[in-house]
């Protein structure tokens, strides 16, 4: 990846995001798509054209979010945080526990989405057919969404992770084994093996002298191998989770703010320029909640001299675990992007971020 995914939009609380990759991808296809319809149609002109594409860029790329969006609507169907949908160069993923409820649910979880893309392409065809006696782009374009949507389809069904034929394959092997880490090892061996095989077709074309269908084979095929040996390390790495305690990987805690302390003061002091951190609010040694920049600069602004205590976010709605939690545990109720005030007998011990555990994890393989 280049960089942080950017952005896009909250929906029903499920942040989507868009990997800087998906850029390429995204250029690619609206210039393939007017090169194509410019040759086809010349008629529409090129500015004609080139609005076709972008149509059908749009379409492709709703495509690939409706895929990801139903497997975020079937995980929120079985009462599973979805941490997020991100949109990167081979399609998207979205950020859930599925396993949580079981192989059963994940099964469903991963097959809601390669059947929607089954369920687009039989649609786009059919818009393809209606569409036939125009004399624009429209049928051609509604048949090449059509067979990308079912390429889709068939490609994740494919039984090997990260696709979600994988965790298909993963699911039913957990069910009939009782083993989530034994499916975990079958279903990334085989994705492993997938990769292998695209290598091994790319090397084929390309001795064939079809360069840009083996630079693709092989890139795919890249994607494939290092998502089905990365999901074999993670075996390993549940595994250490599940041993570790939190206080074998918690950071040290970040400054405490004193209650009594005026709003004006702990600004300047504790929050200005650290305008997206949260800062642990404490009476005595107790603590009682946290602070932010934004809550105390939004009392603050009418008051400068009011306490800190006024302007708090109480314990209970933060996230707080003790040194002696399980980390796997802990891990999943933090997510991604979350931390958690460590806390031994109301007194601050430290700081766990699931980053912190992950480098706990690794360190000890």
């Known amino acids: 990846m280049l960089g942080r995914p950017w952005k896009l939009a909250t929906i029903r609380g499920v942040p989507v995001l868009v990997d ?16 194509r319809f ?53 399609g998207g993923f979205t950020s859930a526990r599925a396993d949580a409820r079981g192989p059963m649910p994940a099964f469903v979880i991963a097959a809601v989405g390669p059947a929607t893309s089954l369920a687009l392409a039989g649609l786009f065809w059919m818009l393809s057919r209606l569409s036939e006696g125009s004399a624009t782009p429209m ?42 880490e034994t499916a975990t090892r079958v279903a990334a061996w085989v994705g492993m093996g997938l990769g292998a095989l695209l290598f091994g077709l790319a090397a084929f074309e390309l001795s064939r002298g079809e360069t840009f269908q083996a630079v693709w084979l092989a890139i795919i095929g890249s994607f494939i191998l290092q998502g089905a040996r990365a999901s074999d ?19 040290p805690p970040p400054p405490a703010i004193p209650a009594e302390l005026s709003l004006s003061e702990a600004l300047d002091r504790f929050l200005r320029g650290h305008e997206a951190e949260t800062f642990p609010v404490v009476e005595g040694e107790r603590v009682i909640g946290v602070i932010s920049f934004g809550s105390a600069r939004e009392l603050g602004a009418t008051d400068p001299l009011r306490p800190v205590r006024e ?39 430290g700081l766990i971020t699931a980053g912190a555990a992950y480098r706990w994890a690794l360190a000890g393989r």
Do not use: C, K
Request: zero cysteines; hydrophobic letters at 55%; aromatic letters at 10%.
């Open 139 to 180: 049928p051609g374009l509604f048949g090449y969404l059509g067979w990308v949507n079912l390429f889709m389809a068939v490609f994740n069904v494919l039984p090997g992770l990260p696709l979600d034929g994988g965790r298909m394959l993963r699911a039913l092997i957990w069910r009939v084994s009782g083993r989530r």
């Open 20 to 35: 800087p990759s998906w850029v390429w991808i995204a250029a690619l296809v609206t210039y393939s798509l007017w090169a």
């Open 311 to 349: 302007a708090t976010v109480p314990l209970d709605r933060v996230i707080v675990v003790g040194p002696q939690e399980p980390l796997d545990a802990v891990t999943e109720r933090l997510g991604t992007e979350r931390a958690a005030l460590v806390l031994e007998d109301g007194r601050l011990v």
């Open 233 to 251: 390390r993670y075996v390993g790495i549940e595994r250490r989770l599940s041993a570790g305690r939190v206080a074998d990987a918690m950071e």
């Open 38 to 90: 410019e040759a086809l149609h010349p008629q529409v002109g090129q500015v004609g054209a080139l609005a076709f594409a972008l149509l059908g860029s749009f379409l492709f790329f709703g495509a690939v979010f409706l895929h990801e969006g139903a497997h975020a609507v079937a995980a929120r169907s079985y009462d599973i945080e979805v941490q997020g949908i991100t949109l990167v160069l081979f």
